[in-house]
C-alpha cells in the first residue's frame, strides 16, 4: 500500500452503554450514517433508530467523522431520541417541502418539463433501439474481419504466430480504458509522500496502480501543466487509465516501471531547478515522455523483433522498431478526443509538442546511447539554455538518465529490479535458444549473475552518463552519482565473494576427482 499519512488511521471513542465502558472505532471516511448505525449497534438500540449523543456534560456532540475524540474518563452517551420529538419536526420538515416544492413548481413549471422530458426520452429510447441494430450488424462486421484475419494469419509463414510481438489486427484493441472515470479513488496524499515524490530515495514497491495513478495526477497538477495547457481534469484521468492499461503485465517493462522513470523524472525536474531554467511547455515534454516511452512493449527487445523478424521490426525497417511503437501507441491514445490531454493546445503548437515527445521516446534506443552521450559531451561545457539544440538535447540525456536509474535508488528498492530485468532477459534468451536465435551472454541464464549484470554496467554507462550531466547540475552529486558509485561497489564486493565460492568449490571438486583416482 501506499501513504502512511495519518488520514487513513482508525478514529475511537468512548460510550457510556448501561453503566460500562463501550469502545467504537471507526474510518476517518466513514459516512455520518454508518457512524450513526454503528453507534446504535454499540448502544444496544435497533441500527435505524433516530439518536443524539452527548458528552458528560450534556452537550451535544456531532456524529461524524470529525468529531472530537474522547477518553475512558470522558464518556459520550447515546440518546434515542422520542416518538413526539420525531413527530414534530417531521410534521415541520414536510411543510417547508411542500411549500418549497410549490413555490419550484410555480417558478420552473415542473409539470410543462415533465411532459416535456417524457417525451424526449420516449424519441431517444426509440433511437438507441435503432442504433443498438446498428451495433449489432457493426459487431457482426467485425467478426466476420476477424474470422478474416485469423485466416490470413494461420496461412503465414514461419514466427508470424509469435505471440510476444505486436499484431495489426490487435490495433486499437485496449486504446480507450476498459473502466470509466471516476473509477480509481481519489487519493489524498500526505505532506510526507509529497516530499518523497521529489526524491530518488522514493520507494515505488509500496504503492498500488490506482495510488501510483493519483501520484501521476498529482505530479501533472503541481508542476502548473493542467493549467498550462488548460488540461480537462477527467480527460486526464482517461488518459492516465488507457496508458495503465496499455502497459502489458511483463516483469519489467511494466506499468510500475513507467511509473518509476515518471517520478524520477519528476525529482530531477525538482532537484535541478529545471522550472527556472526550461518552459513549461518542456515540462510537460518530460513528463509525457516519461509516462509514455514504454507503452506496449512485449518483453522482447529491439535485438529479437530484429533477428526474429517480427512485425515490428518490418513495420519500422529494423529501425528503433519498439521505440517507434511506443510512441504510436501513445499517439494513437492522444487520438481519442476523451484521452487527448492536448486537446485544447492551438495545434501548430500541438505539432511541435508531439514531434519533442517522439524524438524523447527514440533516444530511449540503447543502440543510441553513445552518440547522444558524446553530442551532450560537447555541449555541457558551453551550455546555453537559451538554445534550443541544447535544451534539445538536455532532455534527450535527462529521459535517458531517468529510464536506467533504478541504481540511482536505495539497495532494497533497485535490488528487485535486477532480479526483474533477469527474469525478462531469460524468458527472451530461452525463447531465442528454442527458435535458433542468437543469445546476448549478458541474457543468458547460464553464463549472466546479478554482479556479471550490474557491475559493467553501472560503470560504463550509468556512472559516465550521471558524472557528465552532474557538470550541468553539480547538486545531483550527493543524491544521484555518490548512490550509483556505491552500487557499483556492492557489487563488485558481491562478484569477489561469488568468485571465492567458485574457486573453492573447483577445489573440492578436483580434490575429490584426485581421491577417486587413487582409490582405483
Given at each position: 500500500?501506499g501513504?502512511?499519512?495519518s488520514?487513513?488511521a482508525?478514529k475511537?471513542i468512548?460510550l457510556d452503554?448501561?453503566?460500562?465502558v463501550q469502545?467504537v472505532?471507526?474510518?476517518?471516511h466513514?459516512s455520518?450514517?454508518d457512524?450513526k448505525?454503528l453507534?446504535c449497534?454499540?448502544?444496544?438500540l435497533p441500527?435505524?433508530?433516530?439518536i443524539?449523543?452527548?458528552?458528560?456534560?450534556g452537550?451535544?456532540?456531532?456524529?461524524d467523522?470529525t468529531?472530537?475524540?474522547?477518553?475512558?474518563?470522558?464518556?459520550?452517551?447515546?440518546i434515542p431520541l422520542?416518538t413526539g420529538?420525531l413527530?414534530?419536526?417531521?410534521?415541520?420538515?414536510q411543510?417547508?417541502l411542500?411549500?418549497v416544492?410549490?413555490?419550484?413548481?410555480?417558478a420552473?413549471r415542473?409539470?410543462e418539463?415533465?411532459?416535456?422530458v417524457?417525451?424526449?426520452?420516449?424519441?431517444?429510447e426509440k433511437?438507441?433501439?435503432?442504433?443498438?441494430?446498428k451495433?449489432v450488424e457493426?459487431?457482426?462486421?467485425k467478426?466476420?474481419l476477424?474470422?478474416?484475419?485469423?485466416?490470413?494469419?494461420?496461412r503465414?509463414a514461419?514466427?508470424?504466430?509469435c505471440?510476444?510481438?505486436?499484431?495489426f489486427?490487435?490495433?486499437g484493441?485496449?486504446?480507450?480504458p476498459?473502466?470509466?472515470v471516476p473509477?480509481y479513488p481519489?487519493y489524498?496524499l500526505?505532506?510526507e509522500t509529497?516530499?518523497?515524490?521529489?526524491?530518488?530515495t522514493f520507494d515505488?514497491?509500496?504503492w498500488?496502480?490506482?495510488?501510483?495513478?493519483s501520484?501521476?495526477?498529482y505530479m501533472?497538477h503541481?508542476?502548473g501543466l493542467?493549467?498550462?495547457?488548460?488540461?480537462?481534469?477527467i480527460t486526464?484521468k482517461?488518459?492516465l487509465?488507457?496508458?495503465?492499461e496499455n502497459?502489458?503485465?511483463?516483469p519489467?517493462?511494466?506499468f510500475r516501471?513507467?511509473?518509476?522513470?515518471?517520478?524520477?523524472m519528476?525529482?530531477?525536474?525538482?532537484?535541478?531547478d529545471l522550472?527556472?531554467?526550461?518552459?513549461l511547455?518542456d515540462?510537460?515534454?518530460?513528463?509525457t515522455?516519461?509516462?509514455c516511452?514504454?507503452?506496449?512493449?512485449p518483453g522482447?527487445n529491439?535485438?529479437?523483433q530484429i533477428n526474429?523478424?517480427?512485425e515490428?521490426?518490418v513495420?519500422?525497417?529494423?529501425i528503433?522498431?519498439?521505440?517507434?511503437h511506443h510512441?504510436?501507441v501513445a499517439f494513437?491514445?492522444?487520438?481519442?478526443p476523451?484521452c487527448?490531454i492536448?486537446a485544447n493546445v492551438?495545434?501548430?503548437?500541438?505539432?511541435q509538442?508531439?514531434?519533442?515527445?517522439i524524438?524523447?521516446i527514440?533516444a530511449?534506443?540503447m543502440?543510441?546511447h553513445?552518440e547522444i552521450?558524446?553530442?551532450?559531451?560537447?555541449?555541457v561545457?558551453?551550455f546555453e539554455f537559451?538554445n534550443?539544440e541544447h535544451?534539445?538535447c538536455l532532455?534527450?540525456?535527462l529521459i535517458?538518465?531517468?529510464?536506467?536509474?533504478n541504481?540511482v535508488?536505495p539497495?532494497e528498492v533497485?535490488?528487485?529490479?535486477v532480479?526483474?530485468l533477469?527474469?525478462e532477459?531469460f524468458?527472451q534468451?530461452?525463447?531465442?535458444?528454442?527458435?535458433?536465435?542468437?543469445?546476448?551472454?549478458?541474457?543468458d541464464?547460464?553464463?549472466v549473475?546479478?554482479?556479471t549484470?550490474?557491475?559493467?554496467?553501472?560503470?560504463?554507462?550509468l556512472i559516465p552518463?550521471f558524472?557528465t550531466v552532474?557538470?550541468?547540475?553539480?547538486?545531483?552529486e550527493?543524491i544521484m552519482?555518490q548512490?550509483?558509485?556505491?552500487s557499483?561497489?556492492?557489487y563488485?564486493?558481491?562478484k569477489?565473494?561469488?568468485?571465492a565460492?567458485?574457486?573453492?568449490?573447483q577445489?573440492?571438486?578436483?580434490?575429490?576427482?584426485s581421491?577417486?583416482g587413487k582409490?582405483?
Amino acid at each position: 500500500m501506499g501513504s502512511s499519512s495519518s488520514s487513513y488511521a482508525p478514529k475511537s471513542i468512548y460510550l457510556d452503554v448501561d453503566g460500562k465502558v463501550q469502545k467504537v472505532v471507526f474510518s476517518r471516511h466513514c459516512s455520518p450514517c454508518d457512524i450513526k448505525e454503528l453507534l446504535c449497534s454499540s448502544s444496544n438500540l435497533p441500527r435505524n433508530t433516530a439518536i443524539m449523543m452527548v458528552d458528560p456534560e450534556g452537550a451535544l456532540v456531532s456524529i461524524d467523522p470529525t468529531m472530537p475524540t474522547n477518553s475512558p474518563n470522558s464518556l459520550y452517551k447515546v440518546i434515542p431520541l422520542s416518538t413526539g420529538q420525531l413527530g414534530e419536526k417531521e410534521d415541520m420538515f414536510q411543510n417547508v417541502l411542500s411549500q418549497v416544492a410549490e413555490q419550484f413548481s410555480r417558478a420552473f413549471r415542473i409539470n410543462e418539463l415533465k411532459t416535456e422530458v417524457t417525451n424526449r426520452l420516449a424519441m431517444l429510447e426509440k433511437r438507441v433501439e435503432l442504433e443498438g441494430l446498428k451495433v449489432v450488424e457493426i459487431e457482426k462486421c467485425k467478426n466476420d474481419l476477424k474470422k478474416l484475419r485469423d485466416e490470413m494469419t494461420s496461412r503465414g509463414a514461419g514466427r508470424v504466430n509469435c505471440p510476444c510481438k505486436y499484431n495489426f489486427s490487435d490495433d486499437g484493441k485496449k486504446l480507450t480504458p476498459r473502466r470509466d472515470v471516476p473509477s480509481y479513488p481519489k487519493y489524498t496524499l500526505s505532506q510526507e509522500t509529497i516530499e518523497a515524490l521529489k526524491k530518488p530515495t522514493f520507494d515505488v514497491w509500496h504503492w498500488e496502480h490506482n495510488e501510483m495513478l493519483s501520484c501521476l495526477e498529482y505530479m501533472y497538477h503541481d508542476l502548473g501543466l493542467v493549467k498550462e495547457f488548460n488540461m480537462n481534469s477527467i480527460t486526464l484521468k482517461r488518459w492516465l487509465l488507457a496508458i495503465q492499461e496499455n502497459y502489458r503485465g511483463n516483469p519489467f517493462h511494466n506499468f510500475r516501471h513507467c511509473f518509476c522513470v515518471s517520478q524520477m523524472m519528476y525529482g530531477m525536474i525538482h532537484l535541478c531547478d529545471l522550472q527556472e531554467k526550461l518552459t513549461l511547455t518542456d515540462m510537460g515534454i518530460l513528463m509525457t515522455a516519461a509516462v509514455c516511452h514504454d507503452l506496449d512493449h512485449p518483453g522482447y527487445n529491439n535485438t529479437y523483433q530484429i533477428n526474429a523478424r517480427t512485425e515490428l521490426a518490418v513495420r519500422y525497417n529494423d529501425i528503433s522498431p519498439l521505440e517507434n511503437h511506443h510512441c504510436a501507441v501513445a499517439f494513437q491514445i492522444f487520438s481519442l478526443p476523451e484521452c487527448n490531454i492536448f486537446a485544447n493546445v492551438d495545434p501548430e503548437a500541438f505539432k511541435q509538442i508531439r514531434q519533442a515527445i517522439i524524438t524523447l521516446i527514440l533516444a530511449t534506443d540503447m543502440a543510441r546511447h553513445g552518440e547522444i552521450l558524446d553530442s551532450f559531451k560537447q555541449k555541457v561545457d558551453n551550455f546555453e539554455f537559451a538554445n534550443e539544440e541544447h535544451v534539445t538535447c538536455l532532455k534527450m540525456v535527462l529521459i535517458k538518465c531517468c529510464d536506467i536509474s533504478n541504481e540511482v535508488r536505495p539497495t532494497e528498492v533497485a535490488e528487485p529490479w535486477v532480479d526483474c530485468l533477469l527474469e525478462e532477459y531469460f524468458m527472451q534468451s530461452d525463447r531465442e535458444k528454442s527458435e535458433g536465435l542468437p543469445v546476448a551472454p549478458f541474457m543468458d541464464r547460464d553464463k549472466v549473475t546479478k554482479p556479471t549484470a550490474q557491475i559493467g554496467f553501472i560503470k560504463f554507462v550509468l556512472i559516465p552518463m550521471f558524472e557528465t550531466v552532474m557538470k550541468l547540475f553539480p547538486q545531483i552529486e550527493e543524491i544521484m552519482v555518490q548512490p550509483l558509485r556505491d552500487s557499483r561497489d556492492h557489487y563488485e564486493e558481491l562478484k569477489q565473494i561469488d568468485d571465492a565460492m567458485t574457486e573453492e568449490a573447483q577445489k573440492k571438486k578436483t580434490e575429490n576427482m584426485s581421491l577417486g583416482g587413487k582409490k582405483k
